[in-house]
């Protein structure tokens, strides 16, 4: 079933570190803590995964708070969030400030100065790829201490603490995860920068479909 937990953590960026390297030299998890009331919280954002055959993706860039409403204006602390469109709840694959493009409006490429302005309108958000360590990279950079930050996930069963902070929708048949599949649940890592925007780090893994039903299944 889809997740019953989701929501957001709203505190404050103590501290960041990372897993040891294996013998291969990879990262498994980037861990982080969370000041908030309820006490510190320990997160990790996973940039491996459980499978040898399956890699990381992700995207950077920084968003307007305003289309993150009403998230960001919640106190601090943790809040669940209803996993619909307009409850502040973060969808890769829908939400239109996290998605890479729209619909096409034409069948081919517009010309240069039209491409232009939807880029400067719309910019492209298209997922990155690459090893464990680049990824660890990527998100390390959103991660600066002291700064605002928000957590999109769900808590740990035990303990303060956020997990399942990436796509949670689009796992193939069969894997451990397709039962967790849903819509209106993905999990991201935001900070708010001192002009009051906020860098966005969101991940996927390579095995993760890009288009899906409203169950959260692969189309």
């Known amino acids: ?29 980037v861990r982080f803590e969370v000041d908030a009331p309820e006490g510190r919280h320990h997160c990790a954002v996973d940039v491996d995964s459980a499978e040898p055959s399956v890699g990381i993706r992700w995207k950077v860039f920084t968003l307007a708070a305003s289309v993150l409403e009403p998230v960001p204006a919640l106190p601090p602390g943790y809040h669940r969030l209803a996993t619909s469109s307009g409850s502040g709840a973060l969808d890769l694959l829908r939400h239109p400030a996290l998605v890479d493009r729209p619909g096409r409006l034409f069948p081919r490429r517009p010309p240069a100065w039209l491409q232009h302005l ?31 930050i928000l957590v999109f996930g769900r808590p740990y069963g035990q303990g303060p603490g956020m997990r399942d902070i990436h796509q949670n929708q689009g796992d193939p048949p069969g894997s451990p995860w397709w039962t967790q599949n849903g819509i209106w ?21 390579s095995d993760q479909a890009d288009q899906t039903d409203t169950n959260g299944h692969p189309a």
């Open 1 to 29: 079933m889809p997740l019953d937990d989701y929501g957001v953590l709203s505190g404050t960026l103590h501290r960041r570190d990372r897993d040891q390297p294996d013998a291969l030299g990879r990262w498994s998890r």
């Open 118 to 148: 939807r880029d400067r309108l719309s910019p492209p958000r298209p997922w990155v790829g690459g090893s464990p360590l680049d990824a660890t990279g990527a998100v390390e950079a959103v991660l600066v201490p002291g700064r605002r």
């Open 185 to 205: 649940q993905d999990g991201a890592v935001l900070t708010r920068r001192p002009d009051g925007r906020y860098d966005v780090f969101v991940s996927a893994f």
